[in-house]
């Protein structure tokens, strides 16, 4: 089965301060995404990346950086947390291609993080 | 650009009542389909995808089928119970430039005993 974790599990931070969320999966998935959720917009995603040392522009990437250091390791940076930045973000990994068909993605529980 | 649309916002049933989330894509190439259910405190998981034109999807008594002429993937189930209580997401997915997922907005479907 397949298992992504993500840290922390809830979140409070102050407008300005910077904020980093893990996400880990040992699923050996070359592809990992950030995604955020809120009410009537369903998942957006922030950034994505293919694979250890790459990083890529999703559809929301103003306000965030991310960060692949490994094939397990994959780290969204607020770097000046604000209000607006108040959801719950979920991290997935999977590949685009598996057995000839187009792959499924398997998410992480997701983090809930307040800016105050 | 690419997109989906899920018509339904939340929709409340009782058990045994049929479920219809109708899902509507656009898109310029040949895409799989997806649907995704995210029961509360979790993230969404896996149910089924469809790849090919007239191909239906199936799992846990939902069904799908992928129809190309109406740009649709319409989730069904015959006979709902309160644990199928969740959020549904139609997704849009196909390989270019390695994103994989389009989603939808979700539905949330509550079911009463």
């Known amino acids: 089965e397949a298992a992504v974790t993500q840290s922390p599990r809830n979140k409070v931070a102050v407008t300005g301060g910077k904020v980093t969320l893990s996400c880990n999966q040992t699923n050996n998935h070359n592809n990992m995404y950030w995604y955020r959720q809120d009410t009537g917009h369903g998942l957006r995603l922030i950034h994505y990346?293919?694979?250890?040392?790459?990083?890529e522009k999703g559809d929301i990437p103003d306000g965030y950086k991310a960060s692949r250091p490994s094939q397990e390791n994959f780290s969204l940076i607020l770097e000046l947390a604000t209000p607006s930045q108040t959801s719950v973000y979920f991290c997935?990994?999977?590949?685009?291609?598996?057995?000839?068909?187009?792959?499924?993605?398997?998410f992480g529980p997701g983090t809930r993080l307040t800016v105050l | 650009g690419d997109s989906v649309t899920q018509t339904e916002g939340q929709v409340a049933l009782s058990e045994e009542d049929f479920l219809t989330i109708h899902c509507n894509y656009s898109a310029s190439g040949y895409p799989a389909l997806f649907w995704y259910v995210q029961y509360p405190g979790e993230g969404p998981q896996f149910l089924f995808r469809a790849s090919r034109d007239k191909e239906k999807g199936s799992s846990r008594g939902f069904e799908a089928t992928y129809d190309k002429g109406t740009t649709s993937f319409h989730l069904r189930k015959a006979s709902v119970q309160e644990s199928d209580s969740a959020v549904y997401y139609c997704a849009l997915g196909y390989y270019q430039g390695g994103r994989a997922l389009i989603f939808g907005t979700g539905t949330t479907v509550s079911v009463s005993p």
């Open positions: 997935a990994s999977g590949d685009a291609f598996w057995g000839g068909n187009y792959a499924e993605q398997f």
């Open positions: 990346s293919y694979g250890a040392g790459s990083t």
